[in-house]
């Protein structure tokens, strides 16, 4: 099983960004999805997550710019990123916290290789 996040790049201050991010291998199911970012000297933080079902949490730093959403079927998470200021340039991993195989096997805690965010004018 693997994630494989793509979308990241520069970006002035005010812009917007998608993320995506494809989880592949032989998955039956997917549990919790999510984005994750880390910046320079602090510690990874969560920005948003989304559960099977759909149900979305956000930081409160994102909320309201932010928005993360799901395709079941094709077993991706994506983060539209608006209104971007230089506090959200970080490295942003996406995250799969239970990923149930085709044979069975529950896999924990899977990252994707993540992807830099820069915020500057």
């Known amino acids: 099983v693997q994630l494989q996040a793509s979308g990241g790049g520069l970006v002035q201050p005010g812009g917007s960004l998608r993320l995506s991010c494809a989880a592949s291998?032989?998955?039956?199911?997917?549990?919790?999805m999510g984005w994750y970012r880390q910046a320079p000297g602090k510690q990874r933080e969560m920005v948003a997550t989304?559960?099977?079902?759909?149900?979305?949490n956000y930081a409160d730093s994102v909320k309201g710019r932010f928005t993360i959403s799901r395709d079941i079927a094709k077993n991706t998470v994506n983060l539209q990123m608006n209104s971007l200021k230089p506090d959200d340039t970080a490295v942003y991993y996406c995250?799969?916290?239970?990923?149930?195989?085709?044979?069975?096997?529950?896999?924990?805690?899977?990252w994707g290789q993540g992807t830099q965010v820069t915020v500057s004018s």
């Open positions: 995250n799969a916290d239970k990923i149930m195989t085709t044979s069975w096997q529950t896999v924990y805690n899977n």
């Open positions: 989304i559960t099977s079902g759909g149900s979305t």
């Open positions: 291998g032989s998955i039956r199911s997917i549990n919790d």
